[in-house]
């Protein structure tokens, strides 16, 4: 939510100056000023679909979290309520993780068997809902130590972890 706040005060800010700076140029000037501007704001607007396209813009986890730790009433909640709630969108969390990686083993072409991982759980921590160890089992399929490769490529630049965190086995 963060960063689309950010990317639309970037437009704004950018629409604005280049209103102004369309005032002070001359009027022979102004056809070749929009069309500039056009396309620096077309770049402006395509960059972080062409990121999302990639895959270089993050993973899905990111936003789950940050509607853990800010969007979500559940974590007012006093009670027994809170526990309860907060045990459901843990679950749903792990879901989504465990997912996201078999979705990325997927496109190396391998198959998992069994995935591990500890998630850091607590709140007032700023690394809530990171990933402190991930494990993967995989079956073992011929020549597949490229594939094990990139997937644990994928893994690290995705899911924000260094490699030592990272155990890929094969069966």
């Not at 594939?147 to 260094?162: I, Y």
């Amino acid at each position: 939510m963060e960063q689309l706040l950010q990317w639309v005060k970037k437009l704004a800010v950018f629409m604005i100056l280049s209103s102004y700076m369309e005032h002070l140029l001359p009027a022979g000037y102004r056809r070749y000023f929009h069309m500039c501007t056009g396309l620096i704001l077309i770049l402006m607007i395509g960059t972080p679909l062409f990121r999302f396209v990639n895959g270089s813009m993050g993973s899905d986890f990111i936003y789950l979290v940050e509607d853990l730790k800010t969007g979500s009433s559940v974590y007012q909640f006093e009670g027994d309520s809170a526990g309860v709630f907060q045990e459901y969108y843990l679950t749903q969390y792990r879901e989504a993780v465990e997912n996201q990686i078999r979705q990325l083993a997927n496109t190396c072409g391998l198959s998992v068997k069994d995935i591990d991982f500890d998630i850091n759980e607590d709140m007032e921590s700023d690394t809530f809902g990171r990933l402190l160890r991930l494990s993967i089992t995989v079956q073992n399929k011929e020549d597949a130590s490229g594939a094990v490769t990139e997937l644990r490529k994928n893994l690290t630049s995705q899911l924000g972890l260094s490699g030592s965190e990272v155990r890929i086995e094969m069966e």
